[in-house]
């Protein structure tokens, strides 16, 4: 059985930090406190929740799984990274995203029509070079 980790992605303050604690809500399931530590308070929990779990109309943090891999560098690898797969670094390597499908991680070709399964995946062959709430520029996107 695979680790449960997550981290979050805090749309307003445009910054990725560790989960350490969820709070649930009973009836929708859905994630009502988060308590992590942010980039500006490493020594104190933060919580976040109640009214601050909105923004702009929607929810202020995206919750990104931990997949329960590591890359070729021992980082683990989670939900919204870009991954370049590929064994020889002086070739040009795909780059794909790491989605939820399902019922399982998968790697998302970007501007493909394919999926690649995660879990068949030789880990010496991935490579975590970003995600895509702080390197959209990766992928080609211009937002």
């Not at 394919?114 to 010496?124: A, G, H, N, Q, T």
Request: aromatic share 12%.
């Amino acid at each position: 059985m695979r680790e449960s980790k997550y981290r979050a992605w805090d749309k307003k303050l445009k910054e990725m930090f560790p989960v350490h604690e969820l709070v649930f809500n009973r009836f929708d399931g859905a994630p009502i406190t988060i308590k992590g530590y942010t980039h500006d308070e490493k020594d104190v929990w933060n919580v976040h929740g109640g009214h601050k779990m909105m923004y702009a109309n929607a929810p202020r943090y995206e919750l990104l799984e931990y997949t329960g891999l590591m890359d070729k560098n021992d980082k683990e690898i989670f939900e919204g990274d870009i991954i370049c797969f590929g064994e020889d670094p002086t070739q040009s390597r795909a780059k794909m995203t790491v989605d939820w499908l399902e019922a399982g991680f998968v790697l998302t070709a970007y501007q493909e029509d394919w999926v690649y399964d995660l879990r068949e995946c030789i880990p010496s062959t991935l490579e975590i070079i970003g995600n895509i709430y702080e390197n959209p520029e990766l992928l080609g996107d211009s937002e």
